[in-house]
Each structure stands twice: as structure tokens, then as C-alpha cells.
């Protein structure tokens, strides 16, 4: 009968001397520490993963914040400096209004300041001439009621032109005011001639306006309730030597009062 015969898979050494079985680790360890190994380096690597992933994505959420919080910052700021512009532009030209008022009121100002001592003036010279009237009624007696009177009476030569300032009052009240002319007769020599003639209103010399005067037609038209201060020129023809001047004051062809002024004897 034959016989199995084993053989050891024990190693000799070259000495002839067997060697120690050699067992691993893996065949050495029982079943569930082997698993258990197995599974611990798998579960770490899920855990750093989750870690590592949450650490990006707080990271990357912090920065999407951030850029997200710069450009609303941006915006602000970009807004705030318009309105800022805006503001500085208004009070700019609120300033330049501010300037141009103030520029106005000083003119209006100087104006109006101009104006008082003016309206002072004419207030003082007519609180004068009230005066000097009321000193006239007093010396000189009364006419008839509304009769009209030649208060003073001054012509002057000038060249080829008179010069006259004339005062006329009338007496008396009456409900409606005198309206009439003055007409200037002139009575002297030309070319060894007596002449007489009706003198018309000339241009005043610069420089001579009295006054008062007046170089148009309208000039000897007369219209007043009290009294009427008048003043200009008459025009002289040439080569004329004035000698008298008589003044009429009519009222439609009717003449109301004259009276004459002797030029020889002023001269």
C-alpha cells in the first residue's frame, strides 16, 4: 500500500537547519481587526475631505461677501460724491445770485439816496418860492378875483437871441385853471429903420438853459390855477437892434395883462 508523505514547506538554510516559518501580519490578525483597519483610513480621508470643504466654502463665501460689500461700498460712495457735486454746484450758484442781489441793492440803494436829496432840493426851492409869493401878496394889492398879473418880469440879450424868466399869478380862486398865451412884441431899429415885430421861440445857447425853458412852440403856452414861473429864448432877426420888449399875456385874442421892458435903458 502506498503512503502519502507531507512535505513541510519549512525553508532550510543552507546550513541544513530549518528556518522559522515566516507569518504576516494580515494572516496573523483575526478577521473583524483586519476590517476594522481596513475601514478607519477611508472614514478620515470622508472627514478631512468634509473639513477641507467646508474651510473653502466659508473661505470663498467670505470673499464673495467681501467683493460684494467693496461694490455696494463703491456705489455709495460714487453717490454720495454726485450729490456732494451737486451740492457744491447749487451753492456756488446760489453764491453768484447771493453776489448779483447784493450788486442790485447797492445800485437801487445809491439810487434811491439820490433820488431823496434830489426830492429835498425841490421841496427846499419850492418852500422858497412859497415864501417869496406870499411876500409878494403882502406888498402888492390885490386885483380882482382871477384877474391875471405879471409878477416879475426879466429879458436879457444874448447875441441874436432874448432871454426871458417870467412869474405870473392870478387872484382869486376859480374851479377851472387859466389857459392862455404869452406873446413877446419887440420894437427897435434895423438897416436905420424902426421895426416892430412879434418875436417866436429859439434854440437856447449851451450851457444858458434856465429853469424852466423851453425852445418848442408849446413854450409861450400858459396854464395854471395859482401862479406859472416861465422861462427861454426869442429868436432876433439878424442885423436887428432890439430897443423895447413888451410881453402880453392873452387869453383866446384877448389881451388880460402886458407889460413892456425898456432893453436901452437895461443896457
Known amino acids: 500500500m502506498n503512503k502519502k508523505v507531507s512535505v513541510d514547506s519549512t525553508q532550510v538554510s543552507a546550513d541544513g537547519i530549518p528556518a522559522p516559518r515566516q507569518v504576516s501580519s494580515a494572516s496573523a490578525r483575526p478577521p473583524a481587526a483586519a476590517g476594522s483597519a481596513a475601514r478607519w483610513p477611508v472614514g478620515l480621508a470622508l472627514l478631512l ?3 477641507l470643504g ?3 466654502g466659508a473661505a470663498g463665501g467670505g470673499l464673495w461677501f467681501d467683493d460684494q460689500a467693496g461694490r455696494q461700498h463703491d456705489a455709495e460712495r460714487q453717490k454720495l460724491e454726485l450729490a456732494l457735486d451737486e451740492s457744491r454746484a447749487g451753492l456756488a450758484q446760489a453764491h453768484a ?6 450788486g442790485q441793492l447797492m445800485v ?3 439810487t434811491r439816496k439820490g433820488l431823496e436829496v434830489s426830492l429835498q432840493a425841490a421841496q427846499a426851492e419850492l418852500g422858497q418860492v412859497s415864501d417869496k409869493l406870499a411876500f409878494f401878496d403882502q406888498l402888492l394889492p390885490p386885483g380882482p378875483a382871477g384877474s391875471i398879473g405879471i409878477r416879475a418880469l426879466d429879458i436879457e440879450q444874448h447875441g441874436p437871441t432874448l432871454q426871458y424868466r417870467v412869474l405870473l399869478m392870478r387872484n382869486g380862486a376859480d374851479d377851472k385853471p387859466f389857459k392862455g398865451l404869452m406873446q413877446f412884441v419887440v420894437r427897435g431899429n434895423r438897416q436905420g429903420k424902426a421895426v416892430k415885430m412879434t418875436l417866436q421861440p429859439a434854440q437856447a445857447p449851451a450851457g444858458d438853459v434856465p429853469p424852466g425853458a423851453n425852445a418848442s412852440e408849446d413854450a ?5 390855477d395859482q401862479f406859472q414861473r416861465a422861462g427861454g429864448f426869442l429868436s432876433l432877426p439878424e442885423g436887428f437892434t432890439p430897443q423895447t420888449v413888451t410881453l402880453n399875456v392873452l387869453e383866446g385874442s384877448a389881451v388880460r395883462v402886458s407889460r ?3 432893453l436901452s435903458a437895461a443896457d
Open 49 to 51: 475631505g468634509l473639513a
Open 54 to 56: 467646508a474651510a473653502l
Open 97 to 102: 445770485q447771493a453776489d448779483a442781489l447784493q
Open 108 to 110: 437801487e440803494e445809491a
Open 220 to 224: 409861450l403856452q400858459l396854464s395854471f
Open 260 to 262: 413892456t421892458v425898456n
